[in-house]
């Protein structure tokens, strides 16, 4: 990871900050904040939370915050980036829900991964429903590790949370029982038969899903973090709990069963038939149990810094 965001100087980092500065319309630092309270909900490997917010004023800059990983096993900063994603996209679910649009530069300083995207925000002038939706369940989504119902072979709800993905460049795939199996322990989940039978109290049948995408680079890790958060939310719009699996190992097994199960009905789409990287995988399914409660979030006042 290259220059961090606290480089004195008139760096590249602080030409992007201060180009800001003239736009007219901007967002109250009180809007700005609340906007963020909401979005501090992001989910986030080994809910780490590592990411560092700024508002200068004019755009609302994302910095990764490495040091919050200590002790992930995350050579690449692969984790670092796709929990980056599921922050930024929460955090522009937020602005929209408050009434600001976003308009994202993603690593806008060449070869800096930690000013992860700088957004200029504008008076929003139209509504959208499934963004609406997804604002509503910043809340209430919480990740649902128990065993769940399966939404069953007929349930519009995968196709609809491949919609969200494909917006952001990354499929995702539901796997048959034999792709479950096959990546059981590269994504530490129990396999078929272990679901059905002894696996906790109560036999489980998710569905389980992966997200992948055509490359492997930091834009693809952030972007798969977004299609992520997208994903979540609007599961949780639709009352279907989820539990995302992505500190797996063996990823090139899950990319093979993603693949091999690319060609099912509702994934016959351009992304979904390339060769993908498997960035996350995710339990779907209907809750059994009752709302667990809030995990921790840090405080907004330790999140985000104003100028
Ligand atoms: C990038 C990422 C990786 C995650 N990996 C796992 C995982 O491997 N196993 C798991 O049980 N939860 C995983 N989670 C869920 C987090 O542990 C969870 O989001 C966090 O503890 C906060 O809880 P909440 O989602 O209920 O708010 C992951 C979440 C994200 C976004």
Redesign the pocket.
């Known amino acids: 990871m290259s220059t961090p965001p606290s480089t004195p100087g008139y760096s590249p980092v602080d030409k992007v900050l201060n180009a800001a500065a003239r736009q007219s319309e901007t967002p109250d630092f009180a809007v700005v904040r609340e906007a963020l309270n909401r979005a501090r909900?992001a989910?986030?490997?080994?809910?780490r939370q590592p990411w560092q917010w700024r508002y200068d004023g004019a755009r609302l800059h994302l910095f990764a915050d490495p040091e919050r990983m200590s002790g992930v096993v995350d050579p690449d900063s692969r984790?670092l980036l796709?929990?980056c994603g599921?922050a930024l996209h929460h955090g522009v679910i937020a602005m929209k829900g408050l009434g600001w649009e976003s308009t994202v530069s993603r690593f806008p300083v060449p070869g800096n991964h930690l000013l992860v995207a700088s957004i200029q925000l504008s008076r929003s002038v139209s509504g959208d429903g499934d963004e609406l939706a997804m604002f509503l369940a910043l809340d209430s989504r919480?990740?649902e590790?128990r065993p769940l119902a399966s939404l069953g072979p007929l349930s519009p709800v995968p196709r609809q949370l491949a919609r969200f993905a494909e917006q952001r460049g990354v499929a995702l795939t539901v796997l048959d029982d034999q792709g479950v199996d096959a990546i059981a322990s590269a994504a530490r989940l129990p396999t078929r038969s272990a679901r059905l039978s002894n696996w906790g109290l109560e036999p489980d049948f998710a569905d389980v899903c992966v997200l992948t995408t055509a490359e492997d680079t930091p834009e693809s890790w952030l972007h798969a973090?977004e299609a992520?958060s997208a994903v979540l939310l609007f599961a949780t719009s639709m009352n279907v709990a989820t539990?995302?699996?992505?500190?797996v190992e063996e990823r090139a097994v899950i990319s093979r069963e993603a693949g091999r199960c690319g060609g099912r009905p509702h994934h016959q789409n351009r992304v979904a038939s390339e060769p993908r990287y498997a960035q996350a995988v995710v339990r779907l399914g209907l809750r059994r149990f009752p709302v667990?409660r809030r995990?921790h979030r840090r405080n907004v006042r330790d999140v985000l810094q104003y100028r």
């Open positions: 909900r989910p986030s490997v080994w809910n984790l796709v929990s599921t919480r990740t590790t973090g992520l539990c995302p699996v992505v500190d667990l995990s």
